[in-house]
């Protein structure tokens, strides 16, 4: 109740803030950036998604935390093109809360009306939990943000209750594989095989992969073997403040 009654403040007090990821290229350019949610709390400093997100979820916090990335990150989009720093795209976390939500087509077009972002520079990353349920309207609503030219990433590919026949019927343009299968990459066979498999069905589906988790050169150099040619992970950055991360991509140039 008390962190709940902290959080209803930090909307009032602007306690939110959207920090950046860079996703690289084999050629060491900023393809994409992930944005993801910090609390800037008073006293306990920035805080990340796992210490509130759950507590959030209990009540309607979540719906009007969803709301405040989705309307930053585009803010921030747009910001970016028009002062000529720009991505591919800028990949924001879509929860299945969101995607269930009946009106959520209608959300992202308000937002992106009352933002000017371009809806082509977006890519939506959701896990594939979301279609253990309702997977008819889930499909639907992807199917409607795609129209609009909002992409689509698969997250922590591999992980969860997939089924491939989602990859058929729903169109994503990215897979990404999760960081649990580079960790070993260096030392469990098995977790070589999936990384090869996923970048072998991307390349056939014409999907693009991108590995998350990397943390070292070595893991980069048998993912850079087996083809995979995008990257994300603490090898290259953390997640950064917006001010760090325009410095982190300046210096890349
Ligand atoms: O930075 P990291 O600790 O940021 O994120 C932890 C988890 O929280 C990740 O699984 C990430 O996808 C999720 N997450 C981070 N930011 C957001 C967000 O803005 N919305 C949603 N739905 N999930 C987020
Ligand atoms: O679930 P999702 O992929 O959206 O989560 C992104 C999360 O991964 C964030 O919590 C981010 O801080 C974390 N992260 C980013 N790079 C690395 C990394 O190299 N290693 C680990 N363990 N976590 C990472
Ligand atoms: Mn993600
Ligand atoms: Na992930």
């Given at each position: 109740?008390?962190?709940?009654?902290?959080?209803?403040?930090?909307?009032?007090?602007?306690?939110?803030?959207?920090?950046?990821?860079?996703?690289l290229?084999?050629?060491?350019?900023?393809?994409?950036?992930?944005?993801?949610i910090?609390?800037?709390?008073p006293?306990?400093?920035?805080?990340?998604?796992?210490a509130?997100?759950?507590?959030?979820?209990?009540?309607d916090?979540?719906?009007?935390i969803?709301?405040?990335?989705?309307?930053?990150?585009?803010?921030?989009?747009?910001?970016w093109?028009?002062?000529?720093?720009?991505?591919?795209?800028?990949?924001?976390?879509?929860s299945?809360?969101q995607?269930?939500?009946?009106?959520?087509?209608?959300?992202?077009?308000?937002?992106?009306?009352?933002?000017?972002?371009?809806?082509?520079?977006?890519?939506?990353?959701?896990t594939?939990?979301?279609?253990i349920?309702?997977?008819?309207?889930?499909?639907?609503?992807?199917?409607?943000?795609?129209?609009?030219g909002?992409?689509?990433?698969?997250?922590?590919?591999?992980?969860?209750?997939?089924?491939?026949?989602?990859?058929?019927?729903?169109?994503f343009?990215?897979?990404?594989?999760?960081?649990?299968?580079?960790a070993?990459?260096?030392?469990?066979?098995?977790?070589?095989?999936?990384?090869?498999?996923?970048?072998?069905?991307?390349?056939?589906?014409?999907?693009?992969?991108?590995?998350?988790?990397?943390?070292?050169?070595?893991?980069l150099?048998?993912?850079?073997?087996?083809?995979?040619?995008?990257?994300?992970?603490?090898?290259f950055?953390?997640?950064?403040?917006?001010?760090?991360?325009?410095?982190?991509?300046?210096?890349l140039?």
């Open positions: 109740i008390k962190i709940e009654s902290q959080l209803r403040t930090a909307f009032q007090q602007n306690q939110f803030e959207l920090y950046f990821q860079p996703q290229c084999a050629d060491g350019r900023c393809e994409g950036v992930e944005a993801l910090r609390w800037r709390h006293q306990r400093g920035l805080l990340a998604p796992s509130f997100i759950g507590i959030a979820e209990q009540s916090l979540i719906v009007m969803d709301r405040w990335v989705m309307k930053a990150a585009c803010l921030q989009l747009k910001a093109r028009d002062s000529g720093f720009s991505h591919e795209y800028l990949a924001v976390n879509v299945s809360r995607l269930r939500q009946e009106d959520f087509v209608e959300q992202v077009e308000d937002i992106l009306a009352e933002t000017g972002a371009d809806p082509r520079a977006l890519m939506f990353e959701i594939e939990n979301i279609f349920d309702k997977v008819e309207q889930a499909g639907k609503t992807i199917r409607c943000l795609n129209d609009l909002i992409r689509f990433s698969l997250d922590n590919f591999g992980t969860g209750y997939s089924s491939l026949c989602y990859l058929k019927k729903m169109p343009h990215q897979l990404k594989i999760d960081r649990q299968f580079v070993d990459i260096l030392t469990d066979g098995n977790d070589v095989a999936i990384v090869e498999i996923i970048i072998a069905m991307a390349n056939k589906l014409n999907m693009q992969v991108i590995a998350e988790g990397v943390q070292t050169q070595t893991q150099d048998v993912l850079l073997d087996k083809g995979c040619r995008l990257y994300q992970g603490y090898y950055s953390p997640p950064l403040s917006v001010e760090d991360f325009v410095g982190y991509v300046e210096k140039r």
